[in-house]
């Protein structure tokens, strides 16, 4: 995290010195500041592994978004159609996740997905208890959930 207010930091400082405030300049000053970052990283012992979480990033939200897509069109699907196809249910999922903002990350993309609702997370923060509109195969589902789980620690940690 400290890394990227560098990044921002040294965005902010490129957009003042070329006096140009629009979207574009920003986001050139964010790669600039990425590649010089990422020039430092060997030197300077917090920034390490920074220059490897973008490319993690992009495929976890090629990932997220294609989850995304899917359950869009399975909701869809269940409610245009006469008969109904859902099974719901609730399901404890144990957490790999340890911090609070771990837990509420992924808490918060099982809840954006549609066909998905984050209910709890357990008093000792092992557990997440999760309403699923499709439970017809509960190992499935969780196995699906735990690889999202699984894709945001790989950016987190």
Known sequence: MMAFMWNLL???IWVVLTGDLSGFNLFAGLVVGY????????QVPILRGYTSRLPRLIRFMCF????????????????ITP???MKPGV??????????????MVANLISLTPGTLSLDVSD????LFIHAMFLDDEQAVRDGLKEMERRVLEILR
């Open 35 to 42: 590649l010089v970052l990422g020039l430092m990283q060997r």
């Open 64 to 79: 997220f978004f294609k989850e995304l897509f899917i359950a869009n069109l399975k909701v869809a699907f269940d409610i």
């Open 91 to 104: 399901i404890a999922m144990p957490l790999e996740a340890n911090t609070e903002m771990e837990i509420s």
């Open 10 to 12: 040294l965005a902010l």
């Open 83 to 85: 008969i109904w196809y």
């Open 124 to 127: 000792d923060r092992r557990v």
